[in-house]
């Protein structure tokens, strides 16, 4: 059971280049989360799927965008990368219902756009 | 939303308990109390989740008032790998997002 898996692990780009943030999960939640971490800070959700077939914005979208493929997978997408995009990315998923199950992380991306 | 507000640094020693309080002062009737907690460069993971009065697992402790306006995460004898960031979440299952505040930085020193 692997959980939430994220690549890649780490991404040096160029500015203006652009690339894609895969995710997984293999625990049939419905609900998948974009954040990001800058150093010193809480994390802040970019953007996310409540359920297969809906994304929403979050606190911090602009530059970004998503696809929620199927219930396992959501990527986020950098169109044309800037250095105020350097940060650490995380994924993460969870059920909700009734109520809030726990959330499970992913091990980040470390992204550096120069 | 429930605001939180939590210390945004502790230290401690290796084998005292550590107590982090954590307010939430316009919590909600459904609202449930959850801590996460986060080593360097990883993400975060759940520690612990209550409603009302205590909560214990095999990694901590939740304490909750009754009028649940604060509540405090206890580590019982604390070791250096215990070294983390620790998140207070406020939330029911009517909200679409986790919101996690900057938390409480725990170091944790021989």
């Known amino acids: 059971n692997a959980g939430v898996t994220q690549t890649p692990k780490f991404q040096v780009l160029k500015t203006g280049q652009s690339m894609t943030l895969q995710c997984a999960q293999d625990m049939n939640h419905n609900s998948m989360y974009w954040y990001r971490q800058d150093p010193g800070m809480g994390l802040r959700l970019i953007y996310y799927s409540a359920s297969e077939g809906t994304t929403d914005k979050g606190e911090v979208p602009n530059g970004y965008n998503v696809s929620r493929l199927n219930k396992r997978e959501f990527s986020l997408r950098l169109e044309s990368a800037a250095p105020s995009q350097t940060s650490v990315y995380f994924c993460a998923s969870t059920n909700r219902g009734g109520g809030w199950t726990e959330a499970f992380f992913g091990q980040g991306t470390r992204l550096t756009v120069v | 939303l429930a605001k939180t507000t939590q210390p945004i640094s502790m230290d401690s020693y290796e084998g005292q308990e550590v107590n982090i309080t954590c307010s939430h002062n316009n919590i909600a009737t459904n609202d449930y109390i959850t801590w996460y907690q986060q080593f360097p460069s990883q993400g975060p993971r759940f520690i612990i989740q209550g409603y009302k009065t205590k909560v214990t697992n095999e990694v901590a402790s939740l304490f909750i008032p009754a009028d649940r306006k604060s509540s405090t995460l206890s580590l019982p004898r604390v070791s250096l790998s215990d070294t983390a960031v620790y998140y207070c979440?406020?939330?029911?299952?009517?909200?679409?997002?986790?919101?996690f505040g900057k938390g409480t930085m725990l170091l944790v020193s021989p």
């Open positions: 979440l406020v939330l029911n299952s009517g909200y679409s997002t986790l919101t």
